[in-house]
């Protein structure tokens, strides 16, 4: 099936969006219904799929206080670990001298002698380092953070291809970690001298007798004010920025930057009047031109604008209208500017507003990669090793994000410095997640799952509320696995075709479950949740 079918099939949310989101209540406290539907939406868009305990915990709350656990409910990660053996080159076996079997590299400089040796330690560590952060998303708390975590890499996107070393890697990951809820103006600051941006987009080759310009570019296009009909910084700017940061440079053993005065621009920027004619006086002291230029962009309203707007498409819907712009945008910046950019604040008022739950937010964008594949896991809770378990574990975590990758999410490696085009490429959007190369690949990866016996059906449907009327289990499987109904005629043929042998006689699934028949069971089951993961309802979110 191509993307125009598949989304014609399941397109009763996107016709009529726009016209819908006029009508949309604004950042109001919701005070409404607080059923499964609207707990499980909450769910989705802020954790990576959701058990039915944890479904039925968060019911047990008020909204408010759900979306408090999931902001403030954070941690911190120990740090991925050595998973491989021995090393070879020509014949010749090596080892990784540097850290044992199971601890940590990140600290370790990889210091080996021989160049393929120490390249070959390095894809390794990066490698573990792929499966480590697969494995932390499984394995996601009852929390927003890892859901934020990917949003910053894919705002602040940096590709393995061009950055490869595992330590830059790793420490890119844990800044965005670290502050992924904390302050973004901080977060941009550390970012902007952070070794694997650096070398991403050239900074460590910025000098007074070369500027660069790509780095000082993406920060204000990309990162801070983006390009809307309000963000009017001109190239001088971007000029101006270039000079600012001059000189910073990388420093390999121990990782880290240093400030290398002799290539900074030590003259004076101003800039135009979009940032008001500012000047920043030229110092040799970078740190102190740094926090200047920081300071500057986000003097203006657009920069809380800004990633208020990419905030709303991660989490709510691609589409920004006029009346969502004025209702929940202006606002939400506004309360983002008056907590000195600290993100958690804006967010929750987001997350807890009457606009967030309303239906027309509701089921309207198709599921990541990753909200495919490990919300599925999470559904049918099956159990997933921790993240810590290299043994077993890491193994496990390695598929998942080959599974990812090949449907067009690969963690380390967005398609190009604006991160995921399924969040900025007009018209599309979250459609090109779904195309004749990735809706195979989804449909594959569900089939083996039910197919393998991966996901205990028979466990799934024990939940529901009376397994042995089929009418009753349609109807709650189909509440529980998809964010959008089926008609009452597709909920029949569901039944119909996979229940009751092609008959109306609902006595055939009852006299098959109260006697046991195993067989009958079991295969009716397996066909009945094939088809319905394969539904387009299966795909929104």
């Not at 932390?136 to 894919?154: G, T």
């Not at 705002?155 to 291809?161: K, L, Y």
């Not at 600051?189 to 694997?196: G, Q, W």
Request: hydrophobic letters at 40%; one cysteine or more; aromatic letters at 12%.
């Amino acid at each position: 099936m191509d993307r125009r079918t598949f989304l014609k099939s399941a397109g009763r949310r996107q016709a009529g969006r726009g016209k819908q989101q006029q009508l949309l209540a604004g950042l109001a406290p919701y005070n409404g219904p607080w059923t499964e539907s609207e707990v499980s939406h909450l769910l989705r868009r802020c954790l990576f799929g959701a058990s039915q305990p944890e479904t039925a915990y968060f019911l047990s709350l008020n909204p408010a206080a759900a979306v408090d656990e999931l902001i403030n409910n954070t941690h911190t990660a120990a740090p991925p670990v050595r998973d491989y053996g021995l090393l070879e080159d020509e014949g010749v076996l090596y080892d990784d001298l540097g850290v044992a079997i199971g601890q940590t590299w990140v600290n370790d400089p990889n210091t080996a002698s021989d160049p393929v040796i120490r390249s070959q330690i390095n894809g390794r560590r990066v490698q573990s380092l792929k499966k480590w952060w697969a494995g932390l998303i499984l394995n996601r708390q009852r929390s927003i953070q890892e859901k934020m975590v990917l949003f910053w890499h894919h705002h602040f996107s940096i590709q393995e291809s061009e950055v490869s070393d595992a330590a830059m890697l790793y420490r890119h990951h844990r800044l965005l970690r670290d502050n992924a809820l904390g302050n973004f103006k901080t977060l941009v600051r550390e970012v902007t001298i952070d070794p694997a941006m650096l070398l991403h987009l050239n900074g460590y080759l910025n000098s007074k007798q070369a500027p660069d310009e790509n780095y000082a570019r993406e920060l204000q296009e990309l990162f801070t004010v983006g390009k809307g009909n309000d963000s009017l910084y001109t190239e001088d700017d971007v000029i101006a920025a270039a000079r600012v940061l001059t000189g910073w440079r990388i420093s390999d053993n121990p990782l880290g930057v240093y400030a290398d005065t002799d290539a900074h621009d030590t003259g004076n920027k101003t800039f135009s009047s979009f940032y008001n004619n500012s000047t920043i006086s030229g110092s040799t002291d970078l740190y102190q031109e740094l926090d200047a230029l920081i300071d500057m962009i986000f003097s203006t309203t657009e920069a809380a604008r800004f990633i208020c707007r990419k905030l709303y498409k991660w989490f709510v819907y691609y589409e920004i209208s006029e009346a969502t712009e004025t209702e929940v945008i202006l606002p939400m910046a506004d309360r983002l500017m008056q907590d000195n950019f600290d993100i958690r604040p804006a967010l929750a008022l987001l997350l807890k507003s009457e606009h967030f739950f309303a239906l027309s937010s509701q089921a309207c964008y198709i599921k990541t990669p990753f909200d495919f594949i490990a919300g599925t896991l999470r559904e049918f809770s099956v159990p997933i090793p921790p993240y810590t378990d290299y043994v077993n574990g890491y193994p496990f975590f390695g598929n998942i994000y080959q599974q990812a990758a090949r449907m067009q999410q690969q963690l380390f490696q967005p398609p190009d410095v604006s991160g995921w085009p399924s969040y900025y490429q007009e018209p599309m959007f979250y459609e090109l997640w779904v195309n004749s190369n990735s809706l195979p690949r989804r449909a594959d990866y569900t089939n083996a799952l039910v197919d393998e016996g991966v996901l205990d059906l028979r466990a799934y449907v024990l939940q529901t509320s009376n397994p042995a009327d089929p009418d009753q289990l349609v109807s709650d499987i189909c509440e529980r696995l998809l964010r959008y109904p089926l008609s009452d005629t597709s909920r029949n043929y569901v039944k119909t075709r996979f229940l009751t042998n092609n008959t109306a006689e609902n006595s055939i699934w009852i006299n098959a479950w109260n006697s046991q028949n195993n067989s009958y069971i079991d295969n009716a089951l397996r066909d009945l949740f094939r088809f319905l993961m394969n539904l387009p309802e299966f795909h929104l979110c």
